[in-house]
T-cell receptor
Framework: SQQGEEDPQALSIQEGENATMNCSYK?????LQWYRQNSGRGLVHLIL?????REKHSGRLRVTLDTSKKSSSLLITASRAADTASYFC???????????????FGKGTKLSVIP | ETGVTQTPRHLVMGMTNKKSLKCEQH?????MYWYKQSAKKPLELMFV???????ENNSVPSRFSPECPNSSHLFLHLHTLQPEDSALYLC??????????FGPGTRLTVL
């Protein structure tokens, strides 16, 4: 079964508002990542948070991790129309070999920011 | 630009055709990946290559055949595909701490 599950599946907000997306997972992890995907394009890495970290910031992004609840949240502050995209969390489910890890992605949250 | 390129960006093929997808990474990474992304389904990992050796093959049908001739190039050879194979095929690369860098994808349509 998939490791990461994002919630909500879709989110629509007005420009300037904050957007919060959640991710839950099932097994222990070394780290959790968030990726963004514009429609029909490749994924872009946003931020990585390690299992021993509780919060991390990058520009307008804030990620929290609660390993006791096996959950993470991504907050985008002061949203812009350009933030419209799908957002995925990914957990490192298994180690596949030298320098490579298998990531498991959720189905994503589709964010629409209305100008 | 993420440093990972994919060609072609769009491909339409019949079920009896043979085609290949190409991925090239300019990041000096030592691992490369093929993913399949279908509508309303999670991203599915198909193949992983590390140091040019295949280390993961997630029960992918034999009509998909990967090839990694060197650490910078990855191919996905397609043969006798089915309409349900229509999807966005994404290539990614990584080094060490599993942050993956994705290409723009190839939108494949099988008629």
């Amino acid at each position: 079964s998939q490791q990461g599950e994002e919630d909500p599946q879709a989110l629509s907000i007005q420009e300037g508002e904050n957007a919060t997306m959640n991710c839950s997972y099932k097994t222990s992890i070394n780290n959790l990542q968030w990726y963004r995907q514009n429609s029909g394009r490749g994924l872009v890495h946003l931020i990585l948070i390690r299992s021993n970290e509780r919060e991390k910031h990058s520009g307008r992004l804030r990620v929290t991790l609660d390993t006791s609840k096996k959950s993470s949240s991504l907050l985008i502050t002061a949203s812009r129309a350009a933030d419209t995209a799908s957002y995925f969390c990914a957990t490192d489910a298994s180690y596949s070999g030298a320098g490579s890890y298998q990531l498991t992605f959720g189905k994503g949250t589709k964010l629409s920011v209305i100008p | 630009e993420t440093g990972v390129t994919q060609t072609p960006r769009h491909l339409v093929m019949g079920m009896t055709n043979k085609k290949s997808l190409k991925c090239e990474q300019h990041l000096g990474h030592n691992a490369m990946y093929w993913y399949k992304q279908s509508a309303k389904k999670p991203l599915e990992l198909m193949f992983v290559y590390s140091l040019e050796e295949r280390v993961e093959n997630n029960s992918v049908p034999s009509r998909f055949s990967p090839e990694c001739p060197n650490s910078s190039h990855l191919f996905l050879h397609l043969h006798t595909l089915q309409p349900e194979d229509s999807a966005l095929y994404l290539c990614a690369s990584s080094q060490d701490f599993n942050t993956q860098y994705f290409g723009p994808g190839t939108r494949l349509t099988v008629l």
